[in-house]
């Protein structure tokens, strides 16, 4: 194994299927060029890697061939990664799990079956964000469906998203709110943040679902 150079991001990949890991670390070299990837296979191989590196992030299977169910995950595997952003990269179904493995800390579920780009977005919205759930819908995540996440907004937020959404520049939205276009990008920042969008078409669509006319 090679020695991975400093400044470079670490990430361990752990799957029990070889040609997954070889698809998967293409991928992330595709992407990302700082980025250093070590391989694992089971319980022992990834406390192997554990000891050697300080990893920036994790991307696991839940489910092994010697294990006869993902409770494997949970009890041997969830608990050696300690405070290690983890991303899951499954065959089983986010609609049926990832709420549950969310709930247990870990940082995006994806579906092995998912497009290359959605693979890369999730990897790099976990290494520079966090989190990564834009790929599951409110109802995956178990949103109350009475629920509205634009209820998270202040008023003066939500004045600004009806500007956004009818495609209203920054420039304008200034001008019809009295205000300065910089005050006007933060209001921006902050309703994307906390509605968990990555961009105003993004908001758009979010707002027709819950905001109907």
């Known amino acids: 194994m090679n020695e991975p150079s400093n400044g470079k991001r670490k990430i361990l990949l752990i799957d029990d299927h070889s040609i997954v890991r070889t698809g998967v670390k293409s991928i992330i070299h595709q992407g990302l060029t700082d980025v250093f990837v070590a391989e694992a296979w089971d319980e022992e191989s990834a406390r192997k890697q554990l000891e050697t590196y300080q990893f920036?992030?994790?991307?696991?299977?839940?489910?092994?061939?010697?294990?006869?169910?993902?409770?494997?995950?949970?009890?041997?595997?969830?608990?050696?990664?300690?405070k290690i952003p983890v991303i899951i990269l499954s065959m089983l179904q986010p609609d049926m799990f990832a709420k549950k493995y969310l709930d247990l800390g870990v940082r995006g579920y994806i579906h092995k079956e998912a497009p290359d780009f959605q693979i890369m977005d999730g990897i790099k919205h976990v290494l520079e964000r966090g989190y990564y759930k834009k790929n599951l819908t409110f109802a995956v995540l178990n949103?109350?469906?009475?629920?509205?996440?634009?209820?998270?907004?202040?008023?003066?937020?939500?004045?600004?998203?009806?500007?956004?959404?009818?495609?209203?520049?920054?420039?304008?939205?200034?001008?019809?709110?009295?205000?300065?276009?910089?005050t006007v990008s933060t209001f921006k920042t902050r309703i994307l943040e906390k509605l968990e969008v990555d961009s105003t078409l993004e908001l758009a669509r979010l707002y027709e679902q819950f905001c109907p006319q």
């Open 56 to 82: 920036d992030l994790i991307i696991s299977d839940l489910t092994f061939s010697h294990a006869q169910d993902s409770s494997y995950f949970v009890k041997k595997m969830l608990p050696l990664y300690k």
């Open 143 to 182: 949103v109350n469906a009475e629920g509205n996440p634009f209820d998270k907004l202040s008023k003066r937020e939500m004045e600004v998203t009806r500007y956004l959404v009818k495609g209203e520049s920054l420039k304008m939205i200034a001008y019809h709110m009295d205000l300065q276009i910089s």
